[in-house]
């Protein structure tokens, strides 16, 4: 009986350490399906970093034609406002010749308001 104890033993140690054995390569396991899991992870989010900064990139190349776009219609406004208010004057001057020659033709009780009086009525109606 004596000579069986080592056995039993060692059997027992044996059965130990193969439960042992099983308990870390399910760990191992876990941890590599963890490891994988992460990479897959990492690899998704590095996917949608360059789709982000590919949209970024095109938004900004859109965003600086459409304010190089808008300055030229800025500078073209301008230079319509120049020429409006050219004509404007240009306006008032004949409506001041105008005014000169029938003031010399006709009474001043018959003055007809002029294009200047009519423009600031027709503003204050507003």
């Known amino acids: ?11 027992a140690a044996t059965i130990g350490l193969a439960g042992y054995c099983h308990h870390l390569s399910r760990r191992l396991q876990a941890f590599d399906a963890a490891d994988t899991t992460r990479v897959s992870m990492l690899d998704e989010w590095s996917h949608q970093v360059d789709a982000a900064k590919s949209t970024l990139e095109t938004a900004a190349r859109t965003g600086h034609d459409l304010e190089q776009r808008l300055d030229g219609l800025v500078a073209s406004a301008d230079d319509r406002i120049g ?13 001041l010749d105008r005014h000169r020659r029938e003031a010399d033709e006709i009474a001043a009780s018959e003055v007809v308001p002029g294009f200047r009086a009519i ?8």
């Open 1 to 11: 009986m004596i000579d069986l104890l080592p056995d039993v033993l060692l059997l």
């Open 83 to 95: 020429r409006m208010e050219m004509l404007l004057n240009s306006l008032d001057d004949l409506e």
């Open 119 to 126: 423009r600031h009525a027709a503003g204050s109606e507003a």
